[in-house]
């Protein structure tokens, strides 16, 4: 049973970086895409972006001078950095497995963050 | 980016009735759209993918249709865990992109 985990800070101040992790079990990193998406106040879903085992990401134009995604191999893991954070960004942030064709079929259970000082 | 309309944003249906979320794509996206359904405090589960496949443990009386821009949703047989939210995604081109969502409640 494939499961992801996001972690990280639930706070930012305006400026800076959001970091997070998602912590995969169940499955291995280095296959499939791997997705971080969030949810704004207005329940809007946002594509993020996504990589793949750190050979290739793809991001949101919307937010791609900011984003860098990466993976850690060894801890079954991928990250999201959101660089010079706003109150525009306080969002659930999930991460998500893609599976071709199949869509976004396992997600992370979320966490709010919340971008104020 | 595609975008994508859902309609209606909200229905209030009752149990045992049959329902229909229909999603517009700006652009042709053939059949790749996928319909996820969230619950309050919960992350989104796809129930559809690939416009009319059934997502392994997902009930029979959840089904998908459509190609090319315009798809729907029906759900038959209406159940109290369906009343939800649910999204239609394109996963035809990055970036991708939701529907703004339909809030199906109970009438």
């Known amino acids: 049973q494939v499961q992801l985990q996001e972690s990280g800070p639930r706070l930012v101040k305006p400026s800076e970086t959001l970091s997070l992790t998602c912590t995969v079990s169940g499955a291995s990193i280095s296959s499939h895409y791997w997705s971080w998406i969030r949810q704004l106040a207005g329940k809007e879903l946002e594509w993020i972006g996504r990589i793949y085992a750190s050979e290739s990401a793809n991001y949101n134009p919307s937010l791609k001078s900011r984003v860098t995604m990466s993976t850690d191999t060894s801890k079954n893991q991928f990250s999201l950095n959101l660089t010079s954070v706003t109150a525009a960004d306080t969002a659930v942030y999930y991460c998500?497995?893609?599976?071709?064709?199949?869509?976004?079929?396992?997600w992370g259970q979320g966490t709010l963050v919340t971008v104020s000082s | 980016d595609i975008q994508m309309t859902q309609s209606p944003s909200s229905l209030s249906a009752s149990v045992g009735d049959r329902v229909t979320i229909t999603c517009r794509a700006s652009?042709?996206?053939?059949?790749?759209l996928n319909w996820y359904q969230q619950k309050p405090g919960k992350a989104p589960k796809v129930v559809i993918y690939?416009?009319?496949s059934l997502q392994r443990g997902v009930p029979s009386r959840f089904s998908g249709s459509g190609s090319g821009t315009d798809f729907t949703l029906t759900i038959s047989n209406l159940q109290p865990e369906d009343f939800a939210t649910y999204y239609c995604q394109q996963s035809y081109s990055t970036p991708y992109t939701f529907g703004q969502g339909t809030n199906l409640e109970i009438k």
């Open positions: 998500a497995r893609e599976v071709a064709v199949a869509g976004l079929d396992t």
């Open positions: 652009q042709s996206i053939t059949h790749y």
């Open positions: 690939a416009a009319s």
